[in-house]
Nanobody, 130 residues
Framework: QVQLVESGGGLVQAGGSLRLSCAASGRTLRTYAMGWFRQAPGKEREFVGGISRNGGVTAYADSVKGRFTISRDNAKNTVYLQMNSLKPEDTAVYSC???????????????????????WGQGTQVTVSS
């Protein structure tokens, strides 16, 4: 079983950037496709983006496409979420999650539901001020 710990959250002004990290322990991360999710107050947790086991495939929610970038370093057992051009509506608790297997289940179809991911970190708060 893999354990996940996020870091890098904080308070940033609109237009700024943050880089979140998700460090894994317990098992090698290369076994897992990884996802980033977020949950704003009063809203359901939503998919932000995901990355395949070898990092060759990424997927993003339309709301963050072109602003956020997911990457991974399997040698360091860490996944990253680079967030640029942040907006107040990006304010949320951000969590990383792991699933055994692939990110995709068909051409251009990705696992984006919280039910598709078995292992979760505790989350890190990102607050974007206007």
């Amino acid at each position: 079983q893999v354990q996940l710990v996020e870091s890098g959250g904080g308070l940033v002004q609109a237009g700024g950037s943050l880089r979140l990290s998700c460090a894994a322990s317990g098992r090698t991360l290369r076994t897992y496709a990884m996802g980033w999710f977020r949950q704003a107050p009063g809203k359901e947790r939503e998919f932000v983006g995901g990355i395949s086991r070898n990092g060759g495939v990424t997927a993003y929610a339309d709301s963050v496409k072109g602003r956020f970038t997911i990457s991974r370093d399997n040698a360091k057992n860490t996944v990253y979420l680079q967030m640029n051009s942040l907006k107040p509506e990006d304010t949320a608790v951000y969590s990383c999650a792991a699933r055994i297997g692939t990110l995709t289940y068909s051409d251009n179809r990705y696992y984006t539901s919280t039910r598709d991911y078995a292992y979760w970190g505790q989350g890190t708060q990102v607050t974007v001020s206007s």
